[in-house]
C-alpha cells in the first residue's frame, strides 16, 4: 500500500509546497484543499471540457464492466480530458503527483478503451450537474475480485470545484464517523478548492466508509467539477 497522509484528528494540517491538506474527516480520510486551482484556471478548464461536448453521465458494473445510464442513482454529464489535453491538464497532473507524493511519471496517458493499461491515474473526468441532479451514495474503488483480492482499485480521488454553488450540490460523506458522531460529513463547492480522499484503508482493504455522493442541486446555478482517480502505484 502506497503512503497515504495521516488524519489523526479533525483540523490537522499538512503543509505541501504551496498548499495545506486540512483534515475534514478521520474516517473515511478526507482533506481539504484550498486554492488548488484559481478562478482562470477553473474556468479554462470548464471550457476545455464544453469543447470537447458532454455526453449523460453512466454507471460502470465492476461484475460486468458494462456500462449503464441510470438516471435515478446519477443524472449528471460528463466528459474527459487527457492530460496532454493542454499546458493546464498537465500542471494538474503535477501537482496531483505531488499533493500524493507519487512519481508523476506514474501518470501516463490512460487508454479509456483499453482493459490493459500501463498508468495510475485516469482521464481527467470533467463533470456538469443541473438543477435537480444529483449521484446518490456510491464508492469509487472497484469491489475486489473473489478470485483475486490483490487486484488494482483506485486507491484514492481528487475531486476539485470549479465553481461555487449557491444551493445544494454538496459532497456527501453518510458514513463518516468522527468524534464519535456518525453524523456523516458534507462539503459544499467552492471554487478552486480540491478535496483529497482515500478509498482504501492502510491494511489494502477498500474502505467502505468512504461511501460518497453529491447532493441534489437545489437553486440555478450549475456545479462543475473534476474528478481524478488515482489507483494505488503499488498493486494497480
Known amino acids: 500500500m502506497h503512503y497515504m497522509h495521516p488524519a489523526q484528528y479533525i483540523g490537522q494540517e499538512h503543509v505541501i509546497g504551496d498548499w495545506t491538506l486540512k483534515v475534514a474527516s478521520v474516517t473515511p480520510r478526507v482533506f481539504i484543499i484550498d486554492n488548488f486551482l484559481t478562478p482562470q484556471e477553473c474556468h479554462e478548464i470548464i471550457r476545455l471540457g464544453v469543447d470537447k461536448g458532454l455526453k449523460p453521465s453512466t454507471l460502470h458494473a465492476s461484475a460486468t464492466a458494462r456500462e449503464t445510464n441510470d438516471t435515478a442513482t ?116 467552492n471554487a478552486g478548492t480540491a478535496v483529497l480522499f482515500y478509498n482504501m484503508l492502510e491494511d489494502g482493504n477498500v474502505d467502505d466508509l468512504s461511501q460518497h455522493g453529491s447532493n441534489k442541486i437545489l437553486g440555478n446555478t450549475n456545479k462543475w467539477v473534476a474528478n481524478l482517480w488515482i489507483w494505488d502505484p503499488v498493486i494497480g
Do not use: C, M
Open 74 to 189: 446519477r443524472s449528471s454529464s460528463n466528459t474527459w480530458l487527457a492530460r496532454d489535453t493542454s499546458y493546464l491538464t498537465e500542471d494538474i497532473y503535477q501537482r496531483a503527483a505531488k499533493l500524493t507524493n507519487i512519481d508523476p511519471d506514474l501518470f501516463q496517458k490512460f487508454h479509456e478503451t483499453s482493459a490493459q493499461h500501463h498508468s495510475i491515474a485516469e482521464s481527467l473526468q470533467i463533470v456538469r450537474y443541473r438543477k435537480g441532479e444529483e449521484y446518490t451514495p456510491h464508492h469509487d474503488f472497484v469491489s475486489p475480485s473473489i478470485n483475486n483480492r490483490f487486484q488494482g482499485t483506485r486507491f484514492a480521488t481528487l475531486l476539485i470545484y470549479l465553481n461555487t454553488v449557491d444551493e445544494g450540490g454538496e459532497t456527501r460523506f453518510p458514513r463518516a464517523v468522527n468524534n464519535y458522531n456518525a453524523a456523516g460529513l458534507e462539503i459544499s463547492p
